[in-house]
C-alpha cells in the first residue's frame, strides 16, 4: 500500500475524523431541534437531515454546514474502517467492534428506509373499505374517463416529473392511450385558487378569472395544498387550459376531438394494497371525567383474493402487519364531531422493507455495550482492589506514605 | 387550554354572583374540638374520581391544600392553632367553612397582586385566609377575566399569580359550598301537595326530600294534567322545591364525583352529587337504595356538624357504602397503600436524610479520621436513598405501572439512580468522593421533586396523572423510558463529578494529591461509559418503540433528537478521550457541558412545545433551566481560565 493510500486510509479510521463528524452531527441534530418550533419538522427535516450540503441561517450571515446525509456517509465510512478493519483484535476490543457493527445494521436499515420505503394513510368510516392508501406529503395528477364507473383506468403523473414546473417552466406529456397531450406548469406546493382581483398580484396565469395565490409553507407539510395549471391539447379539438388544485372536490374535465370527457385532477399520491381492509367498527374511550383518550381501536376485515376474511383488533402499540404493510392505528376524527356522531378511524400506512432491522442492530449494540462495559468495570475494580492492597503496603512499611490512602 | 380557562371564567362568573362574605367579624371556631382520628381515617379512605382516576379523598385533599397554600400542613389561626392535615382541612372546607375562611390558605408570592386588586399586601410573599382576599375577590375575578384570552406564554410573572390566585379562590369557594345542598333545610310546606308527602314539617333535609322523591314525582305528575284553581299554588310550592334543590346543588361548582356507580354498570364514571339526584328521583323505591343512603349520610353530617358522635356516625355510614361500593369495581385496592404513601412522605424524609448526610460530609472534611462519621455518612445516605427506592416503588404499585410515566417520576428514578450508582462507586473507590457527591445531588433532587410537586399540584392537580393512549403499554415504558433516564442520571452525575474536579482545581484542594484529581478522573470516565450504555440502549428501544408504534424508527422529534444529543456528546468525549485529545480536564470540562445536553433533552425540549411527545410538554421551568445553562457555562469559562493560568505558569516556571 502505497504513502498515500495509507495516510488516506489512516485520516478516515481516525478519532479525529470521527469526533468532528459526531461534532457536526451534534451541531445538525441541536440546530435541527430548535428550528423545528419555527419551521416545523419536515422543512427542517429536508434541510438538515436529508441533505448533503445547507446554510444555516444565522441572523445577518449564512453558515455552511455538510447535511446529515453527507456526515452519516463519512461516519459509516469511519466506523467500518476505524471500528472495525483497523481496530485491534482482541477480547477487550471485541465488544466495540460488535458494537459497530450493530451500528452499520442500523444505519443499513435507515438507508432502506430512506429509499425504498414509502408512508401514507387510510382513512375509513365504519362501513368503507379501501385497497389502497394515501401519501401525506406526494402529488400527482390523475387521468381518466369521466363518465367511466366501474373499471377506471387511470394515467398517472408523479410528483417528481412536475414539481421543478417553476418561474414559467413547462413539460408537456404524452400518452398512445391518450387521444390529447397534457401540459403542467406552474407547480406550487402551497395555494389557493382564488378570483384575480386587483388586490392582489400572481406570477401564474390567470385563467376564467381564477388564479393561484401562492401561500407560505404550513409547519406541518400535510396541511399544504399542491396547485398546478394544466393546458390539454393535440386531440384535434380546440384547447383546453385549467387550474388543479390539491384540495378541489371535482376534477377539471377537458372534451377531446371525439366528445370523449375527461378528468384531470390533482391529488396526493395513492398506494395499492395486496388485500382490502373494510371498517367494521371503531371505538375510543376517554379517561372517566376527562377529555384524555384512554384508548382508541379499530375492528376491521381483511379481505384477500384467496383467503378467507379475517377480523383483525387494530389499536394504539398494536398495529396490523399483512402484505409487507403496516398499518397503525393513528387518530380519529372528524375533530367536530360530537359524542353521538360517526367518526372515522386514520390509520398510518407504511411499507418498510427494513421494518425489524432496527431491533436486530439494537441487540448488537447492546450486547456489544454491555460487554465493553462489564469489561471495563471488572478491569477497574481489579485494579482499585490493587491499588488499595498496594496502598496499605506502603502505608504499614516503616517510614511509607500514601498519597492515594483512603 | 383555552377552552379550560373559558370554563373556568364562566365559573368565575357564576360565583361572583352568589358569593358575598362579611370580612370583619371576629373569628370564633365553630368547631370545638379537633376531628376524631377515625373520622380523619375514614374521610381520608372516601374514594374520589377526580382526573381519570380514583384516588383517596386525602390525595384530592392534599393537592388542593398544596396548591393554594405550597404546603400539606396549615394551622388554625389562634387562639386554637391546631395543626391540620390535609382531610382535617378539607372536612373544615366541607362542614365548617366559617371557620376554613378564616385559615391562611392562600400563598401569594408577591403582595402587589393584592395592592393591584386594591387590597393590602402583608409581606412579599405571604399567606393569606379567603376573609383577608373576599374584598378583592370582584377586582381579582374582573382581571383574571382579562387574563385568561391571553396566551399563556404571554402572561407575565404578576399576571400568572393573578390568574393562579383567581383559580384558587374559585376553588375554595368550590370546596367550601360543596355542601351547600346537604346543610340547607328545603321548603316543604305551603301546599297541601307538599304537605301530604312531608306531614307538618315546613323545612326538611335533603334526606328526607330524596326520601319522598317517589311521591314527589308523582305529586309533579299529577299537578302537570291539573288545571284547577288551587293546583296553580300547589304547582308554583312544589316547583320552588325542585329550584331550590337545583339551587343548591349547583352552588358549589361543578362538584366532586364522590359516588361510585353500582357494579356492574355501563359507565365508570363516578357521580357527583348533581348527577346523583336525578338518579334517585328516576327510582321507585329510593329508600331503600344505597344512594339515598349516601346523600342522606351527607345531609345528617352537615346537620350535626356539632355532634362529633352523630357525625362520626354518619361518616361511618357514608365511608362503608362508598368504599363497599368502590371495592366492588376493583377500584379501592390501593386506596389503603396511597394514603400511607403519602402520609410517610418519603420524599421529604429522603431530602432531610440527604441534608444531614451532607452536614455530617462537612463535618467529615474537619474530621477526616472519624470512623463513626463514616457510618453516619453511610448509613444516613442508605435511609434516604431507602426513603427514594421505597417511594418510587409505591407509586409503581399504586399505579400498577413501571416507575416513570410523568416528568416528576423522573426526577425521583433520577435522583435514586444517581444515589444508587454513588454508593457502588464508592464501594468500589473508597474515596468519600462518590458518598459525598450522593448527598449532595440527593438533596438537590428532593428539593427539586418538591419544587415540581407545587408546580404540578397546580397545573394538574396530580402527580399521578391518566395515561394516554399511546403510552398505556407497561414493557416500553419499564424498558426504554427506565434506560434513558439511567442514561440522563449517569450523564448528570458525571457532569457533578466533574464540578468536582473543577471546583477543587480552582481553589486549590488537595492541590499536592495528584491520585484524587486521577480518581475523580477515572469515576467520571466510568460513569459516562455507564451512561453511554443506558442513553444509546434506551434511545434505540425509543427507536424500535416508534417503529412498532407510529411505523418509523426515527422522526427527527425534538424529544428523540435531544435523546440522540446525550449519545452523540457521550461518543464524542468517548472518542477524544480513546484519541488522546482529551486528558483530565478536557474530560471535566466535557463532562460539565454533558450535564447541559442532558438537562437539554431532559427538560429543554419538553419546553419547545413541538413534536410527537406532546404528552412531555411543560412550562415555568424555563427560568430555573436558563440559570442552570449560565451558570455551567460560567464553570466552564472559569475551568478555561485556570488552565490557561496555569499553563502560562509552568511556561513561565520552565522557561
Known amino acids: 500500500m502505497g504513502r498515500f493510500a495509507r495516510g488516506t486510509l489512516s485520516f478516515f479510521s481516525s478519532y479525529l475524523l470521527v469526533c468532528i463528524l459526531l461534532g457536526f452531527l451534534f451541531i445538525l441534530t441541536l440546530l435541527g431541534t430548535l428550528e423545528q418550533v419555527d419551521n416545523g419538522l419536515f422543512e427542517v427535516q429536508k434541510k438538515y437531515f436529508n441533505s448533503y450540503f445547507l446554510v444555516h441561517d444565522a441572523g445577518p450571515v449564512g453558515i455552511p454546514l455538510p447535511g446529515a446525509n453527507l456526515v452519516l456517509m463519512l461516519l459509516s465510512v469511519n466506523i467500518v474502517l476505524g471500528g472495525l478493519v483497523r481496530i485491534r483484535k482482541r477480547w477487550a476490543t471485541a465488544g466495540v467492534m460488535v458494537i459497530h457493527v450493530g451500528i452499520v445494521v442500523m444505519m443499513a436499515a435507515a438507508l432502506v428506509k430512506l429509499h425504498w420505503s414509502d408512508e401514507g394513510y387510510l382513512q375509513l368510516y365504519p362501513g368503507e373499505r379501501s385497497d389502497e392508501y394515501v401519501s401525506y406529503h406526494l402529488w400527482e395528477v390523475a387521468i381518466f374517463r369521466a363518465n367511466e364507473t366501474d373499471e377506471v383506468t387511470e394515467f398517472l403523473i408523479p410528483e417528481e416529473h412536475f414539481s421543478d414546473l417553476q418561474g414559467g417552466a413547462t413539460r408537456t406529456f404524452k400518452s398512445d392511450r391518450l387521444p390529447f397531450e397534457l401540459t403542467l406548469s406552474n407547480f406550487t406546493k402551497n395555494c389557493r385558487p382564488l378570483p384575480k382581483g386587483p388586490m392582489w398580484d400572481t406570477p401564474h396565469p390567470v385563467i376564467a378569472g381564477y388564479a393561484l395565490r401562492d401561500l407560505p409553507l404550513e409547519k406541518e407539510s400535510e396541511f399544504n395544498i399542491a396547485g398546478l395549471y394544466v393546458k390539454a391539447s393535440g386531440s384535434g379539438g380546440p384547447e383546453g387550459a385549467g387550474l388543479l388544485w390539491g384540495a378541489e372536490r371535482y376534477p377539471w374535465i377537458y372534451e377531446d376531438a371525439g366528445g370523449e370527457r375527461w378528468a384531470v385532477t390533482l391529488r396526493h399520491k395513492r398506494y395499492p394494497m395486496p388485500y382490502t381492509i373494510a371498517m367494521d367498527k371503531f371505538t375510543h374511550e376517554l379517561h372517566p371525567r376527562t377529555g384524555i383518550p384512554k384508548s382508541f381501536k379499530s375492528d376491521v376485515t381483511k379481505l384477500e383474493e384467496g383467503e378467507s376474511p379475517r377480523s383483525v383488533l387494530i389499536q394504539m402499540n398494536e398495529p396490523l402487519r399483512a402484505g409487507g404493510l403496516i398499518l397503525f392505528q393513528a387518530r380519529y376524527g372528524p375533530p367536530n364531531a360530537g359524542p353521538d356522531d360517526p367518526k372515522y378511524s386514520h390509520f398510518a400506512v407504511v411499507r418498510n422493507p427494513s421494518d425489524h432491522w432496527p431491533t436486530i442492530s439494537w441487540f448488537i449494540i447492546a450486547f456489544g455495550l454491555l460487554y465493553t462495559f462489564l469489561w471495563k468495570l471488572v478491569v477497574y475494580i481489579i485494579r482499585q482492589s490493587k491499588s488499595r492492597v498496594g496502598t496499605t503496603l506502603r502505608t504499614e512499611a516503616p517510614g511509607a506514605s500514601g498519597s492515594n490512602a483512603a | ?655
Open chain 2, 1 to 655: 387550554m383555552k377552552l379550560t380557562r373559558t370554563i373556568a371564567l364562566a365559573t368565575l362568573v357564576l360565583l361572583g354572583a352568589c358569593q358575598k362574605e362579611e370580612p370583619d367579624a371576629p373569628y370564633e371556631p365553630l368547631r370545638k374540638a379537633p376531628w376524631p382520628e377515625e373520622v380523619l381515617a375514614r374521610a381520608a379512605e372516601l374514594p374520589l374520581q377526580d382526573r381519570g382516576r380514583v384516588k383517596p379523598l386525602s390525595t384530592f385533599a392534599g393537592f388542593q391544600l398544596l396548591k393554594m397554600k405550597g404546603s400539606r400542613r396549615l394551622t388554625t389561626p389562634p387562639p386554637v392553632e391546631e395543626k391540620l392535615d390535609p382531610t382535617a382541612w378539607l372536612l373544615d372546607c366541607f362542614f365548617f367553612p366559617e371557620d376554613a375562611a378564616n385559615y391562611e390558605t392562600f400563598l401569594v408570592q408577591d403582595s402587589q397582586v393584592l395592592v393591584d386588586v386594591g387590597l393590602e399586601g402583608k409581606h412579599r410573599r405571604d399567606r393569606y385566609t379567603y376573609r383577608e382576599l373576599v374584598g378583592g375577590r370582584e377586582k381579582l375575578f374582573a382581571k383574571a377575566r382579562e387574563l385568561v384570552h391571553k396566551e399563556t406564554k404571554d402572561l407575565d410573572a404578576l399576571e400568572r399569580q393573578m390568574l393562579g390566585l383567581a383559580t384558587n379562590l374559585r376553588d375554595f369557594e368550590d370546596l367550601t359550598h360543596f355542601l351547600d345542598f346537604a346543610r340547607y333545610r328545603y321548603t316543604t310546606g305551603g301546599s297541601e301537595g307538599l304537605e301530604a308527602v312531608f306531614g307538618e314539617n315546613e323545612e326538611s333535609s335533603i334526606g328526607s326530600v330524596l326520601a319522598a322523591s317517589a311521591d314527589l314525582r308523582a305529586l309533579y305528575q299529577r299537578l302537570s294534567g291539573a288545571h284547577g284553581e288551587g293546583d296553580v299554588e300547589e304547582m308554583r310550592a312544589a316547583t320552588r322545591l325542585m329550584d331550590e334543590l337545583e339551587h343548591f346543588l349547583q352552588g358549589g361548582g361543578p362538584g366532586y364525583a364522590l359516588f361510585a356507580p353500582p357494579d356492574p354498570a355501563p359507565t365508570a364514571e363516578y357521580l357527583t352529587p348533581l348527577e346523583l339526584v336525578p338518579e334517585i328521583f328516576a327510582m321507585d323505591d329510593p329508600a331503600s337504595s344505597p344512594e339515598l343512603a349516601m346523600m342522606a349520610s351527607l345531609g345528617a353530617m352537615a346537620e350535626h356538624r356539632s355532634d362529633p358522635p352523630r357525625f362520626a356516625a354518619g361518616m361511618a355510614d357514608l365511608h362503608e357504602v362508598l368504599t363497599g361500593r368502590a371495592d366492588a369495581r376493583g377500584d379501592f385496592s390501593s386506596i389503603p397503600l396511597e394514603i400511607s404513601f403519602y402520609g410517610v412522605d418519603y420524599f421529604y424524609r429522603a431530602l432531610v436524610a440527604y441534608l444531614l448526610a451532607f452536614l455530617l460530609v462537612a463535618i467529615s472534611w474537619m474530621l477526616p479520621g472519624s470512623v463513626w462519621l463514616q457510618r453516619g455518612i453511610w448509613g444516613l445516605a442508605i435511609l434516604a436513598t431507602g426513603f427514594v427506592v421505597a417511594g418510587v416503588t409505591m407509586r409503581c404499585v399504586i399505579r400498577s405501572r413501571p416507575p416513570i410515566l410523568t416528568l416528576y417520576d423522573t426526577i425521583l428514578f433520577i435522583t435514586g439512580v444517581i444515589a444508587l450508582v454513588c454508593m457502588g462507586l464508592e464501594l468500589i473507590n473508597r474515596q468519600r468522593i462518590a458518598l459525598a457527591t450522593s448527598t449532595v445531588l440527593g438533596a438537590l433532587g428532593m428539593f427539586l421533586a418538591g419544587k415540581y410537586e407545587f408546580k404540578e399540584a397546580v397545573n394538574a392537580g396530580d402527580t399521578m396523572p391518566s395515561l394516554v393512549a399511546v403510552l398505556d403499554t407497561n414493557f416500553w415504558l419499564a424498558t426504554h423510558v427506565t434506560t434513558i433516564n439511567m442514561g440522563y442520571a449517569a450523564g448528570l452525575l458525571a457532569s457533578a463529578l466533574a464540578h468536582v474536579w473543577i471546583v477543587g482545581k480552582i481553589f486549590g484542594l488537595k492541590r499536592h494529591d495528584a491520585g484524587f484529581y486521577r480518581n475523580v478522573s477515572k469515576m467520571m470516565y466510568g460513569v459516562i461509559c455507564f451512561a453511554l450504555l443506558f442513553s444509546v440502549v434506551g434511545t434505540i428501544l425509543g427507536g424500535v418503540w416508534a417503529n412498532y408504534s407510529w411505523g418509523r424508527f426515527w422522526g427527527w422529534d425534538p424529544k428523540e433528537n435531544g435523546a440522540l444529543l446525550i449519545c452523540l456528546w457521550q461518543l464524542i468525549i468517548i472518542h477524544l478521550r480513546l484519541g488522546g485529545y482529551a486528558k483530565q480536564f478536557g474530560l471535566a470540562v466535557l463532562s460539565v457541558l454533558g450535564g447541559v445536553v442532558v438537562a437539554f433533552s431532559w427538560w429543554g425540549v419538553n419546553l419547545l412545545n413541538v413534536g410527537l411527545h406532546s404528552y412531555g410538554f411543560t412550562s415555568g421551568v424555563a427560568l430555573v433551566l436558563g440559570i442552570m445553562y449560565l451558570l455551567e457555562f460560567l464553570v466552564v469559562i472559569a475551568a478555561c481560565v485556570w488552565k490557561l493560568v496555569m499553563t502560562k505558569a509552568v511556561a513561565t516556571t520552565a522557561s
